[in-house]
């Protein structure tokens, strides 16, 4: 069953602590992103990598650190520095095959909130 | 600041009805995506539209876009209360063939279809 998988679902966190969001795909996509999304709001780029062992950084990346040490691996630390953590968090992948389009699939989500 | 602009914010109509949201971007795209996203869940895909396309059907969706006026509309016909979602749409503002495929998102229109 290919697809791509985000753990856990819900996480609390106590001010001060670091805590990582784990994001695993299956799909043999080459390229993968972290998301925030706030309540009624769209989403907004937090990083994105596209290969291993890469990433760069989107829109709001203050706070947050990630690592690509494996292609089907990309999780996400929301760090003590991130002053407002509390958030929805959406992982994606693509392929970045130029003949296909960049539709991106997404996981389930991780619910954070901050005790 | 958001590239995409969804209206309306909110839309809420009967079973059977038409629903019609917009979306409006302000650069240059190779490509817009509409995206669904169920209450506290990911996203799902729905429709890519290139720049070189005006109109797309896939089922009971209808999309256009005007290049010259930098807009797209999302018809979904003969609505169901399963149609009940987030809709957004997303850009690939991409000027060369090196971002591949980093998208960004609108704030989304809530659609509510009673049954």
């Known amino acids: 069953d290919g697809g791509i998988t985000q753990s856990p679902k819900y996480l609390f966190r106590k001010e001060g602590q670091n805590v990582t969001l784990s994001c695993e795909q299956n799909l043999n996509h080459d390229a993968m992103y972290w998301y925030r999304q706030d309540p009624g709001q769209g989403l907004r780029l937090i990083y994105y990598?596209?290969?291993?062992?890469?990433?760069q950084k989107g829109d709001i990346a203050e706070g947050y650190s990630v690592s690509r040490e494996k292609k089907e691996s990309f999780p996400l630390t929301v760090t003590s520095a991130q002053k407002n953590p509390t958030a929805f968090y959406l992982c994606a992948s693509s392929t970045r095959l130029a003949s296909r389009s960049d539709t991106q699939y997404f996981g389930p989500g991780t619910r954070l909130t901050v005790l | 600041s958001q590239q995409g602009e969804e209206d309306p914010q909110a839309l809420s109509i009967q079973e059977g009805e038409n629903a019609t949201m917009n979306c409006s971007y302000k650069t240059s795209i190779n490509n817009l995506q509409w995206y669904r996203q169920n209450s506290g869940r990911g996203l799902v895909h729905l429709i890519l539209i290139r720049s070189n396309e005006r109109e797309k059907h896939s089922g009971r969706l209808r999309v256009t876009l005007d290049t010259s006026k930098k807009s797209s509309s999302l018809l979904i016909t003969a609505s169901r209360a399963a149609d009940t979602a987030s809709y957004f749409c997303a850009t690939d503002a991409r000027a060369g063939g090196t971002s591949y495929g980093k998208l960004t998102f609108g704030q989304g229109t809530i659609l509510t279809v009673h049954p």
């Open positions: 990598s596209q290969i291993v062992n890469d990433f």
